[in-house]
């Protein structure tokens, strides 16, 4: 991976700090974007310390907000000249229903929207430096997640599992609509579920999941082996070329029937791209 310059959110814990630390040790230029100064301090030295690897870079922004979002993306277009790899994976569960700063209901906003406007703002400089790829994190609760465009962002009913639910859904369904448009550039789009992984999200998650993962962390994933299909889809030779799948260790898998429906991934895109506020 020298040469290859990718960005991973979310970077400083969990999945994604593991797949930042094992691009580092590729010897690939590690852009780490995670929404907390201090912490994301902390895993970039981490990083370059077990990797030995310098070339770790971090840029503040929280992906619920979409004017961070445009800044990391100006920070990063002053500083790169290409993007090989971008890893959507900031996210978790927001217990009760909130606003993001753009008035965005926030699971929906940083889950969804985050990787939805990241991603755009990024595609010239991917579709530049092609072959490239984009890995979404997905999550297979997607399964269970109920598309109401009439309640997209909880508007008539909120409940945390469903809001979270939705957003994962939405990953899947950006990632097959993107990988459709980009289809022929050089950019490929890929998302997967990494399983139940014992990680900060329980924790984050309000005291039901806390209380879930300190009783089951024994049976559930590393951050280790949930990371392995991410960086699998990031670097593997295997897939080359390979676009618009939904993959599970390592395998694509069949998504959704309702994921799999290109009308409401188009449909989503829109009413995705009526939400950006920015001018
Ligand atoms: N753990 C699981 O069982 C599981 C299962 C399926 C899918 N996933 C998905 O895996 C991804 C990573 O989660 P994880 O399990 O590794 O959890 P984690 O350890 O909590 O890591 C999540 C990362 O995302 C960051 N983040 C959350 N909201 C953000 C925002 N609005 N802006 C910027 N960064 C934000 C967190 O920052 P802070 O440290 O500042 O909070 C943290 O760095 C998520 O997309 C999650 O939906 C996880």
């Known amino acids: 991976m020298k040469n290859k310059v990718c960005m991973v959110t979310g970077a400083n814990s969990g999945i994604g700090k593991v797949t930042a630390l094992e691009l580092a040790r590729m010897?690939?230029?590690?852009?780490?974007?995670?929404?907390?100064?201090?912490?994301?301090?902390?895993?970039?030295?981490?990083?370059?310390?077990?990797?030995?690897?310098?070339?770790?870079?971090?840029?503040?922004?929280d992906m619920s907000s979409q004017r961070d979002v445009l800044d990391v993306v100006k920070?990063?277009?002053?500083?790169?000249?290409?993007?090989?790899?971008?890893?959507?994976?900031?996210?978790?569960?927001?217990?009760?229903r909130e606003l993001s700063v753009d008035g965005i209901e926030k699971t929906f906003a940083a889950n969804h929207m985050g990787y939805f406007l990241l991603t755009n703002l990024l595609l010239s400089k991917l579709?530049?430096?092609?072959?490239?790829?984009?890995?979404?994190?997905?999550?297979?609760?997607?399964?269970?997640?109920?598309?109401?465009?009439?309640?997209?962002?909880?508007?008539k009913k909120y409940g945390q599992f469903q809001a979270y639910s939705l957003s994962k859904l939405a990953n899947v369904l950006f990632t097959y609509e993107l990988a459709r448009r980009m289809n022929g550039s050089g950019v490929t789009a890929n998302c997967m579920e990494p399983g139940a992984v014992y990680t900060h999200f329980y924790g984050n998650s309000g005291a039901g999941l806390k209380v879930f993962s300190s009783l089951f962390?024994?049976?559930?994933?590393?951050?280790e082996k949930g990371a392995e299909t991410v960086i699998y889809l990031a670097v593997s030779?295997?897939?080359?070329?390979?676009?618009?799948?939904?993959?599970?260790?390592?395998?694509?898998?069949?998504?959704?029937?309702?994921?799999?429906?290109p009308e409401?991934?188009?449909?989503?895109?829109?009413?995705?791209?009526?939400?950006?506020?920015l001018s």
């Open 127 to 155: 579709a530049k430096s092609a072959p490239s790829r984009i890995v979404n994190v997905s999550s297979s609760v997607h399964h269970y997640a109920k598309l109401d465009f009439e309640n997209l962002q909880g508007e």
């Open 217 to 223: 962390g024994w049976a559930m994933r590393t951050p």
């Open 27 to 61: 010897g690939a230029t590690v852009v780490m974007v995670c929404r907390n100064k201090e912490k994301g301090e902390k895993a970039a030295a981490e990083i370059v310390s077990s990797t030995g690897n310098k070339a770790v870079h971090l840029l503040i922004g």
């Open 75 to 96: 920070k990063f277009e002053d500083q790169f000249d290409s993007l090989h790899v971008l890893v959507n994976n900031a996210g978790g569960l927001v217990p009760r």
């Open 264 to 277: 409401l991934s188009a449909r989503l895109w829109k009413v995705s791209e009526s939400l950006v506020k």
């Open 237 to 261: 030779p295997e897939v080359d070329g390979v676009s618009g799948k939904y993959f599970k260790d390592k395998k694509a898998v069949r998504s959704s029937a309702v994921s799999s429906d």
